[in-house]
Every structure is written in C-alpha cells, then in structure tokens.
C-alpha cells in the first residue's frame, strides 16, 4: 500500500518562504501514477484542499493561495513539493500530501495520505 511522508515544515517570519516535499515510503511506487494533492489544517479549521495534480500534470489551486503556493512533481515521480511563498500568518496549518488513484478522466478521492507537517508563521 502506497505510504506517503512529507517534510520541509517550519517555522518562518511572514514573507518569507518553504518548501515541502512528499516521499513514497513504500518501494517501487510512483507518484506519477496518482493524482496528488497538497491539503492544509488550521488549528479550530476544517482541513481544506490547496493544490492538486492530476496524472498528466494538470494543476489546481484554491482560490486562497493562487499566485503563492506552486505544487510540482519530480519527473521520476519520487517526491511531490509544495512551494510556498509569501507566507502569512493565515497559512499556520499542517500541511499534508495525499494520492488519489486516477480513474480514466478524473481523480477518485483521495485516499493515501501523510503524516502532515507543521508550518508557523510569525508575524
């Protein structure tokens, strides 16, 4: 089964910026088969998508973090990253990858997810 870990979380003053990374754990599987996305929640919030990736690199953000928040995949499909930029103190939150399996024309739900990582923001 497909396990995911993420990393790269922090502590950052506002403005600046991170970048965080998701591993397969689990031998011989490729983030390049999965629609992978990137989902955040805020302490007292419900956890709400921020980015996504289909399996021909199609990419969505929310409307929230367009224009800061970039998500890539490497070509060999080892590791998705989160860039972050201009960080703000509305994006503290664990942040956590998570694969869905592509079903022919559309992601299924996502259903393998990390562990999280914690990004801080001060002001």
């Known amino acids: 089964q497909l396990q995911l870990v993420e990393s790269g979380g922090g502590s950052v003053q506002a403005g600046g910026s991170l970048r965080l990374s998701c591993v397969a754990s689990?031998?011989?599987?490729?983030?390049?088969?999965?629609?992978m996305g990137w989902f955040r929640q805020a302490p007292g919030k419900e956890r709400e998508e921020v980015a996504r990736m289909d399996v021909y690199d199609t990419i969505k953000y929310s409307d929230s973090v367009q224009g800061r928040f970039f998500i890539s995949r490497d070509n060999a499909g080892h590791t998705l990253y989160l860039e972050i930029n201009n960080l703000k103190v509305e994006d503290i939150a664990i942040y956590y990858c998570?694969?869905?399996?592509?079903?022919?024309?559309?992601?299924?739900?996502?259903?393998?997810w990390g562990q999280g990582t914690q990004v801080t923001v001060s002001s």
């Open positions: 998570a694969a869905a399996r592509y079903m022919g024309s559309f992601c299924g739900d996502f259903e393998y």
């Open positions: 689990t031998y011989g599987y490729s983030l390049r088969n999965y629609c």
